[in-house]
């Protein structure tokens, strides 16, 4: 019985191989290859400082007489703290999260991406196109993005998230390397 090689396995199985091959990684490198570090040094908000933005964009709402839904999201957009006001509907929850998971992902206030959700982006799931995040960083480091939702406007809504991150400016900046 004769065996033959399945070329959709054999052709990856080959490639792999080859650059796992003695002496593949060396030559790679000498013909100008980046290396790469071992290991990242990547900065987070601690749970603290996360907490700490959500109840300063929820004092600055309730400050106007608003009720709202504030979500705190890292760098990679996921859910550190969501709260909630007594009165603040649960839809502010899901807005606000959407909100800061987009500022987070372009790195940006959402009201300066709105002209983007009227193209192909708008169809991508998670993402939401309407003022009411910024991000959270600070010397050039983005630690997360921090989102409101519920106030009349979205205007409104930001400003109340800017109160946030504001209120982890000063510590972000005296933590830098």
């Known amino acids: 019985m004769e065996r033959t090689l399945n070329p959709r396995i054999a052709g990856p199985a080959l490639a792999a191989a080859l650059l796992l091959a003695p002496g593949a990684l060396p030559a790679a490198r000498a013909a100008g290859a980046a290396q790469q570090p071992l290991a990242l040094g990547v900065q987070r908000l601690s749970l603290d400082a996360a ?3 959500a109840q300063a964009a929820l004092a600055k709402c309730r400050a106007e007489g608003l009720q709202v839904g504030v979500t705190v999201v890292d760098r990679d957009g996921l859910p550190q703290v ?41 169809h991508v799931p998670g993402l939401l196109f309407e003022a009411g995040a910024v991000p959270i960083s600070a010397a050039g480091t983005l630690y997360g993005a921090i989102g409101v939702s519920g106030a009349p406007s979205g205007v409104t809504d930001e400003g109340c998230a800017r109160a946030g991150a504001e209120s982890l400016q000063d510590d972000l900046e005296m933590r830098q390397p």
């Open 51 to 53: 907490l700490k933005a």
């Open 82 to 122: 969501m709260l909630r006001d007594v009165l603040a509907p649960e839809l502010t929850l899901r807005v606000s999260r959407r909100k800061a998971y987009t500022a987070a992902s372009f790195n940006s206030a959402t009201s300066s991406l709105q002209a983007r959700g009227a193209g192909g982006l708008a």
